[in-house]
């Protein structure tokens, strides 16, 4: 099992300490420490940032928002990033949903599946440097041509050599086919809100998508499980999950519409779909206290570390056993340590 260290995006600003904290999960030998965006900070610039003052500590979007950028643009910050930290960059990419899609991005949100297999396969024609890109589309066609075009367009070549003609892509998925297709085209997977108690799902799903993978891409032995994992160490249990429930709220309440929203669904199919309906009623009708209240500890324990330093030891088993292969913790400094201890 590796971990990493998972900032996320920004609220008001700046994490207050996050340097110090990276250097010191670099110091504590996390292996990455990675960043996110919806709407507000983006993910490549803090990496680019902090990274300046890093040296082995990998650095991984996750995610960077397909929507946000061409698969060029894309491309081309993974590939100048990858430079400038001389190869550590890890590209995690997820399609979010259609309230930020389209609501934020501007950009359709139908046939999310179909995107991201064509945006895929551009990113890896750009990396790999070996000819022209050219991609049939129909959604993301390159050279674009036909009405509203000058027709001048033309199949290029990044001027940039890459230090790596294959950085590692990673795709968020919470549902069943986007699992599958991360096996399928990806070389990791970032679930979310994920539950060791969906082990044979996972692996079932990741079967699927394995068994049509290209056999030019790295095997699926070297395919990565990165989950982040909310880390609170308490000794009080109920102290440490009242922490953790306005996040889970957020995501299972107020996160995309009613019937399209992608972090209920993947709560609900760890068997607490009640719980979900109750939650986003309350926080839909503006009662957000009452939703808070309203996500049980057994939800928070499911997709979360609590406890005391003990309990926490006993839970890490269960995610050792599980798909994940990488666990992106989610605390300060100090629970940064903490589970460098554990790990001994």
């Known amino acids: 099992m590796d971990y990493g260290y998972m900032l996320g995006y920004w609220k008001a ?3 207050a300490g996050a340097l110090e904290a990276i250097q010191e999960a670099e110091r504590l030998g996390f292996d990455s420490v990675w960043t996110a965006e919806a709407y507000g900070s983006d993910a490549f610039t803090p990496l680019a940032w902090w990274g300046a003052s890093t040296s082995t500590i990998k650095l991984a979007t996750g995610i960077a928002q397909l929507s946000a950028r061409t698969p060029a643009s894309t491309a081309m910050t993974a590939m100048t990033l990858d430079h400038l930290s001389g190869g550590r960059v890890i590209l995690g990419l997820g399609i979010s949903g259609p309230q930020v899609v389209e609501g934020w991005y501007g ?8 995107r991201t297999r064509e945006y895929v396969a551009i990113l890896r024609s750009i990396m790999a440097r070996e000819a022209p890109v050219t991609a049939p589309g129909p959604q993301l066609p390159l050279p674009r041509s036909g009405e509203g075009t000058t027709g001048l367009g033309k199949p290029l070549m990044s001027t940039l050599h890459p230090v790596r003609p294959h950085i590692p892509i990673h795709l968020a998925a919470e549902g069943p086919r986007n699992t599958a297709l991360a096996a399928e085209i990806a070389d990791g997977w ?3 809100l994920f539950s060791p108690a969906s082990d044979a ?3 079932a799903l990741l079967a699927e998508g394995f ?12 395919f990565e499980v990165s989950v982040p994992v909310p880390i609170v160490v308490d000794d009080d249990l109920e102290a440490a999950a009242d922490r953790l429930r306005p996040m889970i709220a957020l995501y299972v309440g107020g996160m995309g519409a009613k019937g399209a929203n992608f972090h209920f669904d993947a709560v609900a199919r760890l068997g607490f779909e009640a719980e979900c309906l109750q939650i986003q009623e309350l ?3 503006g009662r957000k ?4 209240a309203a996500v049980p500890t057994r939800l928070v324990d499911e997709i979360a570390l609590i406890g005391s330093i003990e309990r926490i030891r006993d839970g890490l088993a269960r995610w050792e056993e599980s798909v994940v292969t990488r666990i992106l913790v989610q605390g300060d400094v100090a629970t940064l340590r903490a589970i460098a201890q554990l790990r001994g």
């Open 13 to 15: 600003g700046p994490p």
């Open 107 to 114: 950009q359709p949100f139908p046939k999310p599946l179909a």
């Open 190 to 192: 970032l679930p979310f």
């Open 201 to 203: 799902d996972a692996r």
């Open 211 to 222: 068994a049509r993978r290209d056999p030019s891409l790295p095997g699926a032995d070297a």
């Open 283 to 285: 926080y839909l009708a």
């Open 289 to 292: 206290a009452e939703a808070i």
